[in-house]
């Protein structure tokens, strides 16, 4: 016999979501971090009003996310204490963020996204990026959300590809700087560039200094739609191509092809949508996503992304699941 169950279930589960996104914004994670507290002193440390502070603390303890020993005081569940601690160089919490700032609002529009195929933000009527940009609030948190969604993603293509064969990478659409980081530490005979539009250079620097990597880290901001890409042994594309429609898409490819030289490789990551279009609801309500916010953008497969490579004359595609349900694409000109 059926029940209702697991359909009500997905129905509240905006009630979770919004639940932890509200506790990172109130940084619950980075004030338990230091040690337990008790209720009241942590009510009065998050400054939330008496009416629906235990609520809300108890549902992060049912959720997981907290925990609550026998005498009242609250702590954080391990992974919630790794990743949710702005203090930490694990942090994630900068894309929830972002999903809490923009995304959420963003996706109240999802069914006139759907009837009009047209995206429900403000930037993308003229051009997202350059006018997300134009206010500065604005571009760091999408700078810091950036950094928190590409750190396990980095982590991993530092762990996974051969980079001893290859000696300089630009990353494209590099945002902070997350990836040239996580390389240039994994990898002390690698330089490389970070690639993105003006305004981003100084978020850019700053985080590059603050990790003591000037000297092999630089930007070069440029304009990808417009511009050619900067020379290297290695080009990434991390989460790019999803923002953009098919020609874009199949423009891109084709500028990383012309920047590598023979023996090159092309490194995309994205959360891929499986091929069969039928399991990774994630992938799937990405794709949602980038209807919503953007112009023409979509997720897509692992076998759409390799048939652009090969029709961008790249050869040996390969397509290989990484952490944080991501997924690198790798080519070879
Ligand atoms: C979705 S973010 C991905 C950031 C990063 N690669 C990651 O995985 O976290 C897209 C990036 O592309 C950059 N970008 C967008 N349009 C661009 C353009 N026309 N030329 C250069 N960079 C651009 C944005 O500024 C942003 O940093």
């Not at 999802?110 to 195929?117: E, N, R, V």
């Not at 997720?299 to 390799?306: F, I, L, S």
Request: glycine share 8%.
């Amino acid at each position: 016999m059926f029940t209702p169950d697991r359909i009500l279930t997905l129905g509240r589960a905006f009630m979770a979501s919004k639940a932890l996104l509200s506790a990172v914004e109130l940084d619950v994670f980075t004030a338990l971090a230091a040690g337990p507290l008790d209720f009241k002193s942590l009510k009065n440390r998050l400054g939330l009003a008496e009416r629906g502070a235990r609520d809300f603390l108890d549902a992060l303890v049912a959720l997981g996310l907290l925990e609550r020993d026998p005498v009242g005081c609250y702590r954080n569940a391990p992974d919630a204490d790794n990743y949710l601690d702005r203090h930490k160089p694990s942090y994630v919490g900068g894309e929830l963020r972002l999903y809490n700032q923009r995304q959420y609002p963003h996706w109240d529009r999802l069914t006139a996204a759907l009837l009009t195929g047209e995206s429900q933000s403000q930037e993308s009527a003229i051009d997202y990026f350059p006018t997300m940009y134009a206010d500065r609030a604005k571009l760091s948190t999408f700078a810091q959300g950036m950094t928190g969604g590409a750190l396990l993603p980095a982590r991993a293509i530092a762990a996974n590809f051969p980079w001893a064969e290859h000696k300089t990478f630009a990353d494209i659409g590099t945002a902070q700087g997350c990836l040239p980081v996580v390389l240039a530490q994994a990898h002390p005979h690698l330089t490389g560039i970070g690639f993105d539009l003006t305004p981003m250079k100084a978020t850019f620097e700053s985080y590059v200094c603050a990790h003591a990597l000037a000297d092999r880290l630089r930007f070069v901001a440029g304009n990808f739609l417009t511009d050619a890409l900067p020379k290297a042994d290695v080009i990434v594309l991390g989460r790019i191509l999803h923002n953009w429609d098919l020609a874009t898409k199949k423009l891109l490819l084709r500028r990383a092809h012309d920047a590598l030289p023979p023996g090159g490789a092309v490194i995309v990551y994205e959360r891929l949508i499986d091929d069969e279009r039928r399991t990774n609801a994630t992938a799937l309500l990405a794709s949602l996503n980038m209807l919503i916010m953007t112009r023409g953008g979509f997720d897509y497969t692992g076998a759409d992304c390799c048939t652009w490579m090969q029709e961008a004359d790249f050869r040996n595609t390969c397509v290989e699941p990484i952490a944080g349900g991501q997924s690198m694409i790798v080519a070879l000109k």
